[in-house]
C-alpha cells in the first residue's frame, strides 16, 4: 500500500505529542488536508506545494504562508528519516515579509462590505474586527474556549509565539453575534450550512469585495481594521499589544505612526 498524506500526517502527529505548538501544526494540516488528502505522498512535488502556499499567501500574509512552508519542509525531511522518500523535493524559499503599508478599512467600506458578504462570511468579519482574532483564530474559534457571562473568549498560547493564552475581551455586539451562533454546532462557533467554517477566503468573499467596490484587501487585513481603530480612539499601545496578542512593542508601533495617523483622519475624514 503506498503511503499517503494522511498517513504521513497522522504518523507526524504521533511522534510530536510534546511538541508546544501541536494544535498549530493540527490547525495548518487541517488546511493542507482540502488539498493533499488521499493523496499519495511520494506524489506531492515542489510544484504543488507552491500553488498550496501562494494560496495561503493570498489569503493572509507572507509571513504567515512562511509558517506553512515551515511545517510542509518539517513534514517532507522527517520523511527521509523514515525511509520514505530519498530527499525532499522542496525547493521552495521563504516569502520574503517587508514591512508594507497597513491596509484597513474605512468605517464606510467596512459597511459596504458586511452589506456584500453572505450571512455566515458576515458575522466572521464584524468578529475579526471587533476581536482582532485571525482567520484561522476565528475559524477554529470553539464553545469551550467562550465565557459570555465574563465576556470573555480566549485562544490557547499554542497559536501564539509568546506561548501563552490569549483572552479576548467581548464588547455588546460580539455577544450578540456569538448569541445568534448558538444552537448551529455543537463544539465549533461559525458554521455554514451545519459544518464549520473552514477557510473564508472563498468566491464568496472575492465577489463581495468587488461589489463593495474594495481593491487589494485580505482577510488579515480586518485584524489591521481592528488595530488602526482603537489606535485612532486613543487605546495606548501596551494595551493594543495585549489586546492582539502581539508579541513585542515593535509590532504595533506602526498603527501610531505618524503615516499612518494621517492616513486615519484623512480616510475617515477627522
Request: charged share 30%; hydrophobic share 35%; glycine share 6%.
Amino acid at each position: 500500500k503506498p503511503m499517503t498524506w494522511d498517513d504521513a500526517t497522522a504518523r507526524w502527529m504521533a511522534e510530536r505529542t510534546d511538541k508546544r505548538s501541536l494544535d498549530r501544526d493540527i490547525s495548518i494540516v487541517r488546511w493542507l488536508d482540502k488539498y493533499w488528502s488521499g493523496r499519495v505522498f511520494v506524489t506531492i512535488g515542489d510544484v504543488d506545494v507552491r500553488h498550496v502556499v501562494e494560496t495561503k499567501r493570498s489569503e493572509t500574509t507572507p509571513s504567515n504562508a512562511n509558517h506553512y512552508l515551515k511545517f510542509i519542509k518539517a513534514l517532507f525531511n522527517r520523511s527521509v528519516d523514515w525511509g520514505w522518500i530519498e530527499a525532499s523535493p522542496i525547493r521552495m524559499k521563504n516569502y520574503p515579509a517587508p514591512k508594507g503599508k497597513v491596509r484597513f478599512l474605512s468605517e464606510d467600506e467596512l459597511k459596504r462590505l458586511l452589506t456584500e458578504l453572505p450571512y455566515h462570511l458576515m458575522v466572521m468579519a464584524e468578529f475579526s474586527v471587533l476581536t482582532g482574532l485571525r482567520m484561522s483564530n476565528v475559524t477554529g474559534l470553539r464553545w469551550d474556549r467562550v465565557d459570555m457571562q465574563r465576556r470573555i473568549a480566549w485562544v490557547e498560547g499554542t497559536e501564539y509565539k509568546s506561548k501563552r493564552d490569549h483572552g479576548i475581551p467581548l464588547s455588546e455586539r460580539a455577544i450578540e453575534i456569538l448569541r445568534g451562533e448558538v444552537g448551529n454546532h455543537d463544539t465549533y462557533v461559525f458554521t455554514y450550512k451545519g459544518y464549520p467554517v473552514q477557510n473564508t477566503n472563498t468566491a464568496a468573499w472575492q465577489k463581495a469585495l468587488q461589489r463593495a467596490g474594495i481593491r487589494d484587501f485580505r482577510w488579515h487585513d480586518l485584524r489591521h481594521t481592528f488595530a488602526s481603530y482603537h489606535a485612532l480612539n486613543g487605546t495606548p499601545l501596551l494595551t493594543l499589544k495585549a489586546l492582539g496578542g502581539w508579541q513585542t512593542l515593535e509590532m504595533v508601533n506602526r498603527y501610531r505612526s505618524e503615516e499612518h495617523t494621517s492616513e486615519l483622519q484623512s480616510r475617515l475624514h477627522l
